[in-house]
T-cell receptor, first 117, second 113 residues
Framework: GAVVSQHPSRVICKSGTSVKIECRSLDFQATTMFWYRQFPKQSLMLMATSNEGSKATYEQGVEKDKFLINHASLTLSTLTVTSAHPEDSSFYIC?????????????FGNGTRLTVT | KNQVEQSPQSLIILEGKNCTLQCNYTVSPFSNLRWYKQDTGRGPVSLTIMTFSENTKSNGRYTATLDADTKQSSLHITASQLSDSASYICVVSADSGGFKTIFGAGTRLFVKA
């Protein structure tokens, strides 16, 4: 069964509004979670690494003030797309590892389809 | 520069046929390589993991190979089923103090009846 839950699965919002996406690890604690964006027919692009109790680490070219990440607990990370615009429309996915380290697989949420009108 | 390249970009096969997907990487220092399957509109799911010393690993009808010398991996799917239609993503991890994960662009597989 799913070990990482993402909510909502789909969201449609108007340009200029903000949208919050939640990512939960269901039966394990995750000090680190990852947020990705995926455009149609393209692979996942890592946006940022969410660190519990500290600031997120953003990849080059990702605006931290645009994509706010909060990792308030060991089982929850949120991504808020602020002042969304149509070009922010994309598929957003989070992931986490049961055990820290590259030997443990990434468990992905089922993604959030964001459409900004 | 750490890169993962997959081929083909897309592939159409008939149900029941076999196929092989390729992954070439220039990631250093190499830690491991995973193949993930991503159904449309879903998150990826891990199929196999290969470490430096492993050459072949199977998971049901999926068989992954790794040649660490040439930095190539393949994913062979046997007796394809309609449910195999998905994107297959090769992901390589580098371990240089803090590890880094590099994603390939994926191969989109379409299995037709």
């Amino acid at each position: 069964g799913a070990v990482v839950s993402q909510h909502p699965s789909r969201v449609i919002c108007k340009s200029g509004t903000s949208v919050k996406i939640e990512c939960r690890s269901l039966d394990f604690q995750a000090t680190t979670m990852f947020w990705y964006r995926q455009f149609p027919k393209q692979s996942l692009m890592l946006m940022a690494t969410s660190n519990e109790g500290s600031k997120a680490t953003y990849e080059q070219g990702v605006e931290k003030d645009k994509f706010l990440i909060n990792h308030a607990s060991l089982t929850l990370s949120t991504l808020t797309v602020t002042s969304a615009h149509p070009e922010d429309s994309s598929f957003y996915i989070c992931s986490a590892r049961r055990v820290e380290g590259s030997g443990s697989p990434l468990h992905f949420g089922n993604g959030t389809r964001l459409t900004v009108t | 520069k750490n890169q993962v390249e997959q081929s083909p970009q897309s592939l159409i096969i008939l149900e029941g046929k076999n196929c092989t997907l390729q992954c070439n990487y220039t990631v250093s220092p190499f830690s491991n390589l995973r193949w993930y399957k991503q159904d449309t509109g879903r998150g990826p799911v891990s199929l196999t993991i290969m470490t430096f010393s492993e050459n072949t690993k199977s998971n049901g009808r999926y068989t992954a190979t790794l040649d660490a010398d040439t930095k190539q991996s393949s994913l062979h799917i046997t007796a394809s089923q309609l449910s195999d239609s998905a994107s297959y993503i090769c992901v390589v991890s580098a371990d240089s103090g803090g590890f880094k994960t590099i994603f390939g662009a994926g191969t989109r597989l379409f299995v037709k009846a």
